[in-house]
């Protein structure tokens, strides 16, 4: 059975719906406009990563170097879980 649009009534619920919205963006602190310039996905293994590391006290700086992201991105996630980052040591 159709409807007037001429398709199947059960696909045409989700035709009326329009796209399906993408709830999970590259890196949640940015917009969509900023997904080509993001990194990876945060995964959870990697928030995981982030919080060991922050609470080993490696700094900020060699934190961005091993998970191979910018330094704003791990600023900005750490931020988001209210991680605190060591800044790097520059007295050596």
Not at 40 to 68: F, G
């Amino acid at each position: 059975m159709s409807n007037p649009t001429g398709m199947p009534a059960e696909r045409s619920a989700a035709a009326e719906a329009g796209p399906q919205s993408t709830t999970s963006l590259p890196n949640t602190h940015l917009g969509a406009s900023h997904a080509a310039e993001a990194g990876p996905r945060w995964t959870l293994e990697a928030v995981d990563r982030l919080r060991e590391l922050a609470m080993e006290d490696v700094s900020a700086e060699v934190i961005a170097q091993a998970m191979h992201r910018p330094l704003s991105e791990i600023a900005a996630k750490a931020a988001e879980f209210g991680l605190t980052l060591r800044p790097e040591d520059r007295s050596s």
